[in-house]
């Protein structure tokens, strides 16, 4: 199978980076090609759209200036088809900013957030490709409270945690493009987490619409 091409976006959030890598390199299905933000805006945008899934690992909280290269190829984002993948801290990034409302799926993102959390997570649709065949799980995580995904939002993962929201994972549609948005992802207690693993390779397969 050819490998997918997957730009992975950061920045203004540390986080553990050889670990990080370690994982992705453990997916042999993906071929992942780190970058800040600013590098990805001001890339062509023949080449913004060679991959074929965009995972945002970002925590920009200004919302892009009128007329930047950033609100330009953030514009852009779903006109192509490419999958998006909205991970853990980037689903708290431009809390202001109604297009990035519009593909996490909800419309007020302020937060709160408790680290190292123990977090059951119940597989809530076990049919879809992303979850098929997956059992219930407990990760250690950072978790935030916020306004449950709306409209238009279909929910695979759930939690009981109460220092969560109760839906951890869920997919949309943002004009041609399939959007995955998951909550976890804060270190290595969860990128060595197989679970956690595979629920990345799947939803990467899914958006490139692999499988």
């Not at 809530?124 to 939002?153: N, R």
């Amino acid at each position: 199978m050819k490998k997918i091409k997957t730009a992975f976006i950061m920045g203004e959030h540390p986080y553990d980076v050889p670990y990080f890598q370690q994982m992705f390199n453990l997916i042999e299905e993906i071929e992942i090609y780190p970058q800040s933000l600013e590098m990805f805006a001001t890339s062509p945008k023949k080449s913004r759209e060679m991959y074929d899934v965009v995972i945002f690992y970002n925590f920009h909280m200004k919302t892009p200036a009128k007329g930047s290269v950033e609100k330009t190829a953030m514009e852009e984002l779903g006109n192509n088809g490419q999958g998006i993948l909205i991970l853990h801290h980037a689903l708290l990034a431009y809390p202001d900013w109604p297009l990035w409302s519009e593909i996490c799926g909800i419309g007020n993102r302020k937060f709160g957030y408790y680290p190292n959390e123990q977090v059951p997570c119940h597989i809530e649709k076990s049919g879809h490709p992303i979850t098929a065949g997956l059992s219930d799980f407990v990760i250690t995580d950072e978790t935030y409270t916020m306004d449950e995904p709306g409209d238009g939002s279909e929910i695979l993962i759930t939690t009981n945690n109460k220092n969560s929201m109760k839906n951890i994972g869920w997919i949309r549609q943002y004009k041609k493009s399939k959007v995955f948005c998951y909550e976890s992802g804060h270190d290595n207690d969860v990128y060595s987490d197989k679970n956690f693993r595979e629920i990345i390779k799947r939803a990467s397969l899914w958006l490139a619409e692999r499988s």
